[in-house]
């Protein structure tokens, strides 16, 4: 045997040999990586319903709600199924031919929440760059609004927005002047700060005027403490062009 034909096997032998290290080292890879597979799939078959909600890619939906005879109770079953726990989503209300004031406490209670939006922005002397139906279509349907009842009439409004890691802010206070001096926007923040608390958030925080001392002085005997003030300065681009 030649020197050359030595050479030849020698080289195959160490290519085979490399080939061979090199699929072992592929299939260890291979069962470690079917390993990590299948312990992941498992484990998200046990994946928090958070991370469903919380998805992006999660698709709309639209609940539909049958209606008949339900003026009592429609207005807090809307509600309700605004506040689900859902990304995106709207409630269809169908009015089965009520003989009742079904339709009429629907309108009344949802126009309301957008008359109160544009009185609360008038009152505090606010520029509105939507209307207050605009606000409370795209609000309403997140159910960060809510309304204060007493004997089944909306007395005060609250809502909240804003959320950080840690926080939320408390927006939308308003009650109308027939009802004011009776405690019920106190109550509604009260309670909407606990809920807001009670949903994991740290704190819950506002803006109020220091001009008002009914207001801060409500806020202040609720738990909130001052921590810094601010201005708003509203320029007019019209009164500058030419």
Not at 194 to 212: E, I, P, R
Request: proline content about 6%.
């Amino acid at each position: 045997m030649s020197w050359f034909h030595t050479l030849a096997i020698a080289l195959a032998t160490i290519t085979l040999a490399y080939f061979a290290a090199l699929n072992v080292v592929y299939l260890a890879f291979t069962a470690i990586a079917w390993r990590d597979l299948n312990r992941h799939l498992r484990a998200r078959g046990h994946a928090p319903d958070d991370e469903i909600f919380s998805s992006p890619v999660t698709p709309p939906v639209s609940v539909l709600v049958p209606a008949f005879d339900e003026e009592l109770t429609i207005v807090e079953s809307v509600r309700s199924l605004l506040a689900l726990r859902y990304p995106l989503h709207e409630v269809i209300v169908v009015n089965d031919g009520s003989s009742d004031a079904t339709l009429e406490r629907l309108q009344r209670d949802f126009d309301l929440v957008a008359q109160w939006i544009d009185a609360f922005h008038a009152e505090i002397g606010a520029a509105q760059v939507r209307t207050g139906r605009d606000i409370a279509e795209r609000r309403l349907p997140t159910g960060n609004i809510f309304l204060w009842e007493q004997v089944d009439a909306a007395v005060a409004m609250a809502g909240f927005v804003g959320p950080t890691p840690h926080g939320v802010r408390a927006n939308l206070v308003y009650t109308p002047p027939p009802s004011r001096g009776r405690g019920y926007a106190s109550n509604l923040v009260a309670a909407l700060s606990q809920h807001l608390l009670d949903s994991g958030k740290q704190f819950c925080f506002l803006y109020t005027d220091l001009a008002n001392p009914t207001s801060n002085k409500i806020y202040r005997a609720i738990g909130y403490e001052p921590l810094g003030q601010n201005v708003h300065i509203m320029f007019d681009g019209a009164a500058g062009s030419h």
